[in-house]
């Protein structure tokens, strides 16, 4: 096992009944609380209210600023960090799904270290990694996906320059977090779909590039994975099933807290550079729908190129029970693993998505520049512009197929 460091700073309170310790907590994190929202929809199922009269009653003064999209734009950011500034506000408090939060930490950070402006500070940018603090920031995710709730990781888009990219530092890791599934039972069948696929891509990363030096995280990971492969079909079955999405949303948490790859080596998240570098393209391209796109185009270039069947077949022999040789065992993980994506409505290609074949290359190319060393990426040797496009042109194979 090889060394490693993790810092976790977030107390996290779990289930519906923890609203009044989430609202005394966040209460001791400052008096003014920036509270920042997405579309409405947690003010209209009536899930702010609550909250909001509990941290009132602890004396907090609220400002409200509402509105983050989905692939939260750069623009967004500096507006939201400078209504912060004029507001007096001491802390920042997110409730909504990982974009909001994503946008939270980012202005937390970029408020705290006294900026303007959030682009430059994001991989590949000119100060690039240079924020150094961040606000106190306390959050409630209303989806199971992103586990925005313990990274380190906000992840901007920004439709000016058509980039993608991320800032990342452990002081924006939130402080506190509130998990609680019921705010997850309304999700959309899609968004229930795209999140199952985030968490999955969370673990496989670490997984099928760390190597075989954590026999412990590789059980963990392999937890997480058999969780969500067992639980969405529950919720695609019945959106209302209260212990799945316990389940689900644990899970999302668990995926990528640093536990998952604790012991392993480094390795570069591939498949989310890649699909960065797509929603870059493509900003309403939802991360998770990416990520299950290029999941079994990914998995086949590995076992085609020698890369990773070891990884591979232990999946298939610890997820779907497979025998025979280490091939035959990883080419059985691939084979099941894109049966389970068809059956629960995750299987597609580029071309369903709305990409053509001349995009290819110049999605290769921002990859590889932004989250590369401008030639090529690191997945157990090199990746370069075209080994990507040919993940591009795999998915081909790969049709949709509706859930009922």
């Known amino acids: ?65 509402r509105g983050v999209e989905p692939n939260p734009e750069a623009e967004t950011v500096d507006r939201a960090a400078s209504q912060l500034k004029a507001s007096g506000a001491d802390f920042v408090l997110a409730f909504g799904g990982g974009s909001v939060l994503d946008a939270a930490k980012a202005v937390a950070a970029l408020v705290a270290s006294g900026e303007t402006t959030i682009w430059p500070f994001t991989q590949g940018g000119e100060r690039a990694f240079q924020l150094t603090a961040a606000l106190p920031l306390a959050v409630v995710p209303t989806t199971a996906a992103t586990a925005s709730e313990v990274t380190p990781y906000s992840v901007i888009s920004n439709r000016v320059t058509g980039g993608k990219s991320m800032i990342a530092h452990e002081f924006i890791k939130p402080s506190l977090a509130w998990l609680n599934p019921v705010f997850t039972q309304g999700l959309s069948k899609t968004v229930t779909q795209d999140g199952a696929a985030d968490i999955l891509s969370h673990v496989f990363e670490g997984y099928l590039l760390g190597g075989n030096s954590s026999p412990l995280a590789d059980r963990y990971s392999e937890a997480v994975m058999a969780t969500v ?17 316990a389940d689900l949303m644990w899970s999302a948490t668990l995926a990528l807290n ?52 070891d990884r591979l077949a232990q999946l298939g022999a610890r997820l779907f029970d497979l025998q025979g040789t280490e091939k035959e065992r990883a080419d059985g993980f691939i084979e099941r693993f894109e049966q389970w994506l068809t059956q ?3 299987q597609q290609s580029l071309a369903d998505l709305g990409f053509t074949a001349q995009e290819y290359a110049d999605i290769a190319d921002y990859a590889v520049i932004t989250y590369g060393d401008g030639q090529q990426l690191e997945a157990l040797g090199a990746l370069t512009r075209q080994n990507i496009v040919e993940i591009f042109e795999l998915t081909a194979r790969q049709s949709v197929v509706a859930v009922a």
């Open 258 to 309: 640093d536990y998952q790859r604790a012991g392993q080596p480094e390795s570069q998240f591939i498949l989310h550079a890649i699909e960065h570098s797509l929603s870059a393209r493509h900003p309403e391209l939802a991360h998770g729908r990416g990520l299950a796109t290029l999941y079994p185009a990914y998995f086949r270039w590995l076992q085609a190129h020698g890369r990773a069947q």
């Open 229 to 245: 492969l067992e639980t969405l079909p529950k919720l695609l079955q019945n959106p209302q099933d209260g212990p799945a999405r």
């Open 1 to 65: 096992m090889n060394s490693f460091a993790i810092y976790t700073p977030t107390r996290i309170l779990f289930g519906a009944d923890q609203l009044p310790a989430f609202a005394e907590k966040a209460a001791q994190l400052g008096r003014h609380a920036f509270l920042m929202l997405g579309g409405g929809t947690v003010e209209k199922l009536g899930y702010l209210q609550p909250l909001v009269e509990l941290l009132s009653g602890h004396g907090l003064q609220i400002t409200y600023f």
């Open 344 to 346: 629960n409505g995750l």
